[in-house]
């Protein structure tokens, strides 16, 4: 296994700037995400590191080696397309040996090492079948064991589980990322899906029109959005913003909303706000759901009225309004409210962000 | 009436229909047929026969001159039977138009693919132009086309006529294996480009068997095209390179025509065509509905 190192990609397909200059790194053995909206150059980003695209621009480094001149074929590369890409006029096992007669290895080695795979993936029962005849979840398990059998140096992954039903997906992105722990395998692994990148992920990169909006761990990527883009992409559902300006009140630095609340700042967020300059005066508060809390009268910072209530049943979805802004909360399944009803609310954990770039402030 | 019946009795009207337009179609083929088994008197007779005694006259008298009677002696002297041009002109049919159909196909297939996968600049205007050489009517370019075939010694050659009509299908074919190829899921060759093979490689092994489909349709439709053509042949060719289609209709001579034996020979010319669109007719029908369906 490799690490892999992009540096300054960018490729255009006529005028159109697929993606940006974008440089970011994947250790040996880690699983990186690249997750964004359709069209924010994620795949072309993965197909430039495997070598279907040419990039415009820049550098693509497998361990130190410069593999941008080279053809897929010559980086050893395993690639797991969305609809799986099994030749269709082959059985399961020649899909899966496919690669291996291009290396010309003998025969017995393909065999032993074709078996080898099977048996690590439980598909040794169906082996001798069309993928015509295969469900998709035993189509993706021989596409995976096309990709893993050529021992590659990186795994590139592009949607693969998006072809297969929701109840199946969560069995196997558990599946996918103890796969990967256990081969130790360099990966980077495109979605559009928020969950799948925070479950599986070493490290999330987000991207949209092209460009990395944030390289972070799940964590960071959730608790510490670098804008609010990021913010509103990750999480489901995303974070709540509210408008607000900074301004002291007797003596406290805070942001008012609306004049009619007032929220203190964190000292934290007083430090990191001091040292812009000048002085930032709008700002944008961001509150993730499951931190909008119902509270009583003398814990409150503002009054919500329920305007939508959807049980999950663990958890309730709540819409709040509040100032003619709707803020979406999720409570514990045992808090029950009627539309209309007023409550005052309580946040914990707000970030706030610059209003007119967008960027997290802290 | 209710619903089930009156949709069963709107089933049993379309198929009397279907039924109507079938004899329609197929009459020209019967009446071709009888012509070419009547004797001539049979032929000429009215009201028409329907049962006749069927008879090979016809066929023999396109294949061998002077055949076209009674065979026998003439005065005393044995009629010797001299075969005629047409067995030459059906050879050279089969040639130029199975020849020209198979560099069509294949030509047409490999820049098909590449219209369809790699960035070619120009490309829609090159399809254009590709394109407009069906647009305007063969006879137009014929006079400026015969001139150069003379001087180039192409002229009443079979090779000369392989050219030209593979030129002339090449247009037909890359529309249609292009959008064969579009069809096909470009993830399969970039699949077999990161196992390790190369663009040749992935072509042959993986894309070319898939557009058998494909292929076997824009065959068929070159094959009929071509040994159905007229004008080139007639203009292109004198007595050697001339294919079936038009020395058949030569046969219209200054003697009056001879019915029996265009019957014959037009049925001869149909025939290979009818087998072939049989034997690969299923492809066919899957070319026509190919993308049409998702699977």
Not at chain 2, 35 to 42: E, L, M, Q
Not at chain 2, 136 to 142: D, E, H, K, R, S
Request: glycine share 8%; aromatic share 10%.
């Amino acid at each position: 296994m490799s690490s892999v190192r992009v540096e300054e990609l960018y490729k255009r397909f006529g005028r159109v700037e697929a993606v940006k200059g974008i440089s970011f790194e994947v250790k040996e053995g880690e699983f990186v995400v690249l997750l964004g909206p359709s069209g924010c150059g994620k795949t072309t980003t993965l197909r430039c590191i495997a070598g279907l695209e040419q990039p415009d621009k820049g550098k693509i480094y497998f361990d130190d080696e410069d593999v941008t001149p080279l053809s897929p074929a010559a980086r050893n590369i395993a690639f797991v397309f969305q609809l799986y890409a099994l030749y269709p006029h082959l059985n399961a096992y020649d899909n899966i040996a496919f690669p291996l007669r291009a290396e010309g290895l003998p025969k017995s080695e393909i065999q032993q090492r074709v078996s080898e795979v099977a048996r690590l993936l439980q598909i040794e029962d169906i082996l001798h079948l069309k993928p015509r005849k295969l469900t998709s979840g035993q189509k993706q398990r021989v596409a995976l064991a096309r990709a893993i059998v050529r021992r590659p140096r990186v795994f590139l992954l592009d949607e693969p589980l998006s072809s297969i039903d929701a109840k199946l997906r969560e069995v196997t992105r558990a599946e996918l990322k103890k796969l990967q722990r256990s081969l130790k395998a360099t990966t980077i692994y495109v979605t559009h899906d928020q969950v799948e990148a925070m479950t599986m992920a070493d490290k999330i990169v987000v991207m949209n029109f092209g460009d990395i909006q944030q390289i972070g761990s799940p964590h960071e990527v959730y608790h510490y959005p670098a804008n609010l883009f990021v913010a509103r992409f990750i999480g489901s559902p995303g974070m709540n913003f509210i408008p607000g300006s900074v301004e002291e009140r007797s003596g406290q630095l805070g942001v008012a909303i609306n004049s009619a609340y007032f929220l203190p700042l964190s000292e934290e967020q007083r430090l990191a706000l001091a040292r812009f300059s000048p002085s930032v005066h709008q700002v944008i508060l961001g509150v993730r759901p499951e931190n909008i809390l119902v509270v009583g009268d003398e814990e409150k910072v503002l009054d919500g009225e329920v305007y939508v209530f959807e049980p999950l049943g663990a958890q309730n979805v709540v819409t709040f309004r509040v100032l003619g802004h709707l803020l979406k909360a999720l409570l514990p399944g045992d808090v029950v409210l009627r539309v209309g009803e007023r409550v005052g609310l309580n946040f914990r954990e707000v970030r706030i962000f610059h209003a007119e770039t967008e960027k997290l402030i802290a | 009436m209710n619903e089930f019946q009156r949709r069963a009795l709107k089933n049993r009207v379309i198929v009397v229909i279907l039924v109507v337009l079938l004899c329609v179609y197929l009459f020209p083929l019967y009446w071709m047929f009888s012509t070419a088994t009547k004797s001539k008197v049979d032929a000429f007779s009215l009201p028409p026969k329907w049962v006749w005694r069927p008879q090979g006259d016809n066929f023999r008298g396109i294949f061998y001159v002077g055949a076209g009677g009674a065979l026998g002696t003439v005065r005393g002297i044995e009629l010797k039977l001299k075969p005629s041009a047409f067995l030459r002109q059906l050879g050279n049919s089969i040639v130029v138009s199975f020849v020209s159909t198979l560099l069509a196909t294949f030509l047409g297939a490999l820049s098909g693919y590449v219209f369809s996968r790699m960035r070619v600049r120009g490309k829609d205007d090159l399809l254009f132009v590709i394109l407009s050489s069906r647009m305007l009517p063969p006879v137009v370019i014929a006079i400026p086309l015969v001139m150069m075939y003379r001087s180039l010694g192409l002229f009443d050659t079979r090779f000369g006529l392989i050219i030209m009509y593979t030129v002339f299908n090449l247009a037909f074919a890359v529309w249609m294996m292009r959008s064969f190829v579009d069809d096909i899921p470009r993830e399969y060759e970039e699949a077999a480009l990161v196992d390790g093979y190369s663009r040749f490689q992935a072509f042959f092994k993986f894309v070319f068997p898939e557009m058998r489909v494909g292929m076997v349709a824009t065959a068929i439709f070159s094959l009929i095209m071509t040994w159905n053509e007229f004008t080139f042949s007639l203009l292109l060719t004198g007595e050697r390179a001339r294919t079936a289609v038009p020395s058949i209709a030569h046969s219209l001579g200054t003697a009056g025509v001879n019915w029996g034996h265009i019957a014959a020979g037009s049925f001869l010319m149909v025939l290979p065509v009818v087998v072939f669109t049989f034997l690969l007719g299923g492809n066919l029908i899957r070319g026509f509905t190919f993308g049409a369906i998702k699977e």
